[in-house]
């Protein structure tokens, strides 16, 4: 397993509370983590009830030491891992004493601790790593460990370890893997990364291995996280191995873990890959470490200028066959012609080789499918173009070679490989042509080559000025206010209509001239008592109807006050009175037809100071 | 013709034989003359586009501002002009020909897309800043409609606003709809209304121009370099806005607060007077 996957979170379990904590040699860490876990444990123990069954699978840890070694024979140079694992009572636990290690020199620890809870008992395993180094040749001896757990002393086995001199193989992870010189600046640190290209000028196309390398001398707290730089002049990022070993810098072991990704140049010239970034998550109290790579410039190269004509960008090592579904077909009878094209290197870009000319067979769009695979780190496929080819004449035929060019970075020059011919015989036939099967589209964007100004204009029917601005038309603003005259207009219209057909009183004083001009030119026309008896009433009805009274019962005493109320002028008031006086004496004295006349007269001439004089309709 | 003038000879055997000499030879100038008389505008055009095609921009250019001079104003004369002018590289009249064929048709998506091409030939760039929201709308309007065709639009509003008022106050029952169909010709006509004064004000306090001459200093004052200080240059087919005329000389400014003075032959209004 990866380290990069090493110590998943197992907490929150159900039932079993299971702290997998891992901690660095800080002594505040390792203290503060302790304490958290056991009194978070001690919470729950007393907030959960205990179970009466035991949980399957949990084995509680007995109080022991054990001592194991990862290697027992190495070189003066070398290192090796002692482990000390220690189980009890999760208060009692406590550290080896190393003193004794006097033929060689502690140059690392690591703490593991693992504390667990199961039917209320607490129990605790601490695994102490050492990286020692010998000091001496020889046989050499990692004496007893002792510890006391529950009360009890108990200790290890001696543990016999033989130092021969000079450099012997290193014993790592992953065989076949070279430890890589580890750089200069990791001494003193715990987590350290870089990353290279395996080439830094490759050609365009070319198959190039980024490798990301994380350097670690100490266990994570918690998932770590890799973000690759975004390849973005490059295509095809395949992730490669990544495999792990171990080296040595600054007196330190680091195991190294890599992530290999192939990538493929997509542009020529200088390209730089942005750094990668790792995120080691901290701790409670601790801020993430985030460690950088540098960022790697690489130059790619094009192709020499020497390409075949049927080159297409093609760029590795390739082979190409072709066959076809059978090798006797009929005329008009389509066949299937297989391409393969198999390799090393861009082999998801390759374009279909261009069939030669083949008068006797019509060629049909193809399908494309890609398989793909890494060997040892090279990225691997075969390209399969499928195509509907038909026969047009009977008889033997032969499908020319098909060839294809491709660049080979290795050698650095084209190569050409083609097809055998493929003998065919064909046999008349009686089908129709086939249609062709409607494939995709071939649509492509337009591309602007080049831009100009639109063309002129043709003469127009009518070669016009534009009239003159209608602002300064004195009609345009006519035409403004038109519209609101006749909307203002009917909105007084309507109001005085409204308030016609709501107020009487309104409506009698409104009418009331109307009416007496109409019935004194009645009057006008009449004789005698008639004539004055008309201009009474007309006298007196259009008072009534001025004062909204009812003529009926109206004496001139009334008249007067109610005259008087309505604020008309004294004058006017004894005017009224005088001509009624005379009308009355009218009526009943002798015939005067002149005098008639004159009362009619003078009547119409007091009603139109009388209209006057109430002016505004109340 | 001609008979008229035998007819006169032999109406005046008396009058001097020289004299009648003079008279027909006068005559049939004039009669010659009236015979060549001046093409209609449209025929000039017919010919300036003919010349055009063939690459001949400056007869082209000659037909076409003989149309202008001849008192014609219209969008597809300027914007010809405007392209003549634009082949021969001459971005600052290209400009002020597209501006005011713009001003006579202003949304002719053919007008637009030239000016927009010539406006990226010139060597000036010039920041407009960002205007408000109410602005914009504004000038939306003005992008779309003639003053003539605004100012109709704003009367038709009124119209409909009125004849909704008058609906309102017959029919109770429309009333609300009325009430809202009012309210939105209030709005567009509020919009209309300002822009039309935004534009007779801008037209009137700072009528627009383009830079003309292919690059021209620009003064602190109303005189030469040699008496004012040379704030900054302009070049040919930069848009400016006029804010005073002296003899001579005019007063521009620029988006971004710049102002100065430059020749008067160096700049030309958008809105020429005979078009105004």
Same mark, same amino acid.
């Given at each position: 397993m990866s380290p990069l996957t090493r110590h998943p979170r197992k907490i929150g379990r159900p039932v079993i509370m299971l702290l997998h904590l891992n901690l660095f040699r800080t002594a505040f860490s390792k203290r503060f983590t302790y304490l958290i876990a056991v009194l978070g444990l001690s919470l729950l123990a007393t907030i959960l009830p205990v179970s009466p069954i035991t949980p399957v699978g949990v084995v509680r840890a007995q109080p022991g030491i054990t001592a194991t070694v990862d290697r027992t024979t190495l070189a003066l140079d070398e290192y090796l891992e002692l482990t000390v694992t220690i189980s009890g009572d999760v208060l009692d636990i406590s550290g080896p004493d190393v003193s004794g290690l006097t033929d060689f020199k502690v140059i690392g620890s690591s703490v593991s601790t693992q504390v667990s809870m199961a039917n209320g008992n607490l129990t605790a395993q601490g695994s102490y790593i050492y990286r020692l180094r010998p000091l001496r040749e020889g046989d050499l001896i990692i004496p007893p460990f002792s510890v006391e757990v529950d009360g009890q002393i108990i200790q290890t086995e001696p543990i016999e370890i033989v130092v021969t001199a000079g450099s012997s193989p290193a014993v790592e992870p992953d065989a076949g893997v070279p430890s890589t010189e580890a750089p200069a600046s990791l001494e003193g640190?715990?987590?350290?990364?870089?990353?290279?290209?395996?080439?830094?000028?490759?050609?365009?196309?070319?198959?190039?291995?980024?490798?990301?390398?994380?350097?670690?001398?100490?266990?994570?707290? /918690?998932?770590?996280?890799y973000q690759p730089p975004p390849f973005i002049d490059f295509w095809g990022q395949t992730t490669l191995s990544q495999p792990n070993y171990r080296t040595q810098a600054a007196g330190r072991d680091y195991l190294v873990t890599e992530i290999r990704t192939a990538l493929f140049p997509a542009n020529v010239g200088l390209v730089t890959i942005a750094p990668a970034k790792f995120v080691i998550p901290g701790g409670l109290f601790e801020p993430d470490i985030i460690l950088d790579t540098e960022p790697i410039t690489?130059?790619?190269?094009?192709?020499?200028?020497?390409?075949?004509?049927?080159?297409? /960008?093609?760029?590795?090592?390739?082979?190409?066959?072709?066959?076809?579904?059978?090798?006797?077909?009929?005329?008009n009878e389509p066949l299937t012609l297989f391409i393969e094209i198999e390799g090393a290197g861009n082999i998801d870009v390759l374009s279909e080789p261009p069939l030669p000319a083949m008068p006797a067979w019509r060629a049909f769009d193809s399908k494309v499918s890609t398989t793909s695979e890494v060997r040892e780190d090279v990225v691997y496929g075969t390209r399969t173009f499928e195509r509907l080819i038909v026969p047009s004449q009977p008889g033997v035929q032969s499908l020319p070679p098909i060839s294809f060019s491709y660049f080979d970075p290795q050698i650095g020059a084209y190569t050409t490989v083609q097809t055998d011919p493929i003998p065919v015989t064909v046999l008349p036939g009686d089908a129709e042509p086939p249609v062709a099967p409607i494939t995709g589209s071939d649509q492509q964007p337009i591309s602007v080559v080049g831009g100009d100004i639109r063309h002129i204009k043709p003469v127009p029917a009518a070669l016009r000025s534009p009239g003159a601005v209608v602002l300064f038309n004195p009609l345009y603003w006519i035409c403004w206010i038109l519209p609101a005259l006749v909307a203002g207009g009917l909105w007084i219209f309507q109001k005085q209509r409204l308030r016609i057909l709501s107020d009487s009183a309104y409506a009698r004083s409104l009418r009331a001239r109307?009416?007496?001009?109409?019935?004194?030119?009645?009057?006008?026309?009449?004789? /005698?008592?008639?004539?004055?008896?008309?201009?009474?009433?007309?006298?007196?009805?259009?008072?009534?109807?001025?004062?909204?009274?009812?003529?009926? /019962?109206?004496?001139?005493?009334?008249?007067?006050?109610?005259?008087?109320?309505?604020?008309?002028?004294?004058?006017?008031?004894?005017?009224?009175?005088?001509?009624?006086?005379?009308?009355e004496i009218g009526r009943f004295a002798p015939i005067e037809e002149v005098a008639a006349q004159t009362l009619v007269t003078e009547t119409q001439t007091l009603i139109g100071e009388l209209e006057k004089a109430f002016g505004e309709p109340r | 013709?001609?008979?008229?003038?035998?007819? #006169?000879?032999?109406?005046?055997?008396?009058?001097?034989?020289?004299?009648?000499?003079?008279? %027909?030879?006068?005559?049939?100038?004039?009669?010659l003359a009236l015979a060549q008389s001046p093409s209609s505008p449209a025929e000039v055009m017919l010919v300036a586009n003919q010349r055009y095609e063939i690459g001949n921009y400056d007869e082209a250019i000659a037909g076409y501002e003989a149309i202008i001079a001849a008192g014609v104003r219209n969008s597809d004369v300027y914007y010809n002009l405007g392209n003549a002018y634009f082949k021969q590289g001459d971005m600052g009249r290209a400009i002020l020909n597209y501006r005011r064929a713009q001003q006579l048709d202003p949304p002719d998506a053919d007008i637009a897309a030239n000016l927009a091409l010539a406006r990226t030939q010139? %060597?000036?760039?010039?920041?407009?800043?960002?205007?408000?929201?109410?602005?914009?709308?504004?000038?939306?309007?003005e992008e779309w409609l003639t003053l003539n065709q605004a100012a109709l639009l704003a009367l038709g509003l009124w119209f409909l606003m009125c004849v909704a008022f008058v609906v309102a106050i017959f029919q109770p029952r429309w009333r609300r709809l009325s009430a809202g169909t009012m309210a939105i010709l209030a709005i567009l006509l509020l919009i209309g209304l300002m822009s039309m004064a935004n534009?007779?004000?801008?037209?009137?306090?700072?009528?627009?121009? %383009?830079?003309?001459?292919?690059? %021209?200093?620009?003064? #602190?004052g109303p005189g030469g370099g040699d008496q004012y200080l040379v704030e900054f240059e302009l070049h040919a087919g930069a848009e400016v806005r006029l804010l005073e005329s002296r003899i001579g000389w005019r007063r521009i400014t620029l988006p971004g607060n710049l102002e100065g003075w430059v020749p008067g032959e160096a700049v030309e209004p958008v809105i020429d007077q005979a078009q105004n």
């Open positions: 640190q715990n987590f350290f990364v870089d990353a290279e290209v395996d080439d830094l000028r490759p050609y365009l196309g070319q198959q190039i291995v980024y490798t990301f390398r994380l350097y670690q001398a100490a266990n994570f707290l /918690g998932q770590p996280d690489v130059d790619v190269r094009s192709w020499p200028d020497d390409a075949p004509p049927d080159f297409n /960008g093609a760029v590795g090592q390739f082979q190409i066959s072709a066959r076809l579904t059978q090798t006797e077909g009929k005329v109307r009416v007496a001009q109409a019935n004194l030119a009645e009057a006008r026309r009449l004789t /005698g008592r008639e004539s004055y008896a008309r201009t009474h009433r007309v006298l007196l009805g259009y008072l009534a109807d001025k004062l909204n009274r009812p003529t009926v /019962g109206l004496t001139t005493e009334a008249l007067t006050n109610l005259l008087t109320e309505a604020q008309l002028t004294p004058a006017l008031i004894e005017r009224i009175r005088i001509t009624l006086d005379q009308i | 013709m001609k008979g008229n003038y035998q007819l #006169s000879i032999s109406n005046c055997q008396s009058l001097d034989k020289s004299f009648i000499l003079a008279l %027909v030879i006068f005559l049939i100038i004039a009669s010139t %060597v000036d760039k010039l920041e407009v800043p960002p205007e408000g929201v109410l602005i914009n709308i504004v000038e939306i309007a534009r007779l004000y801008k037209e009137t306090q700072s009528p627009p121009a %383009v830079i003309i001459a292919p690059q %021209v200093d620009v003064t #602190s």
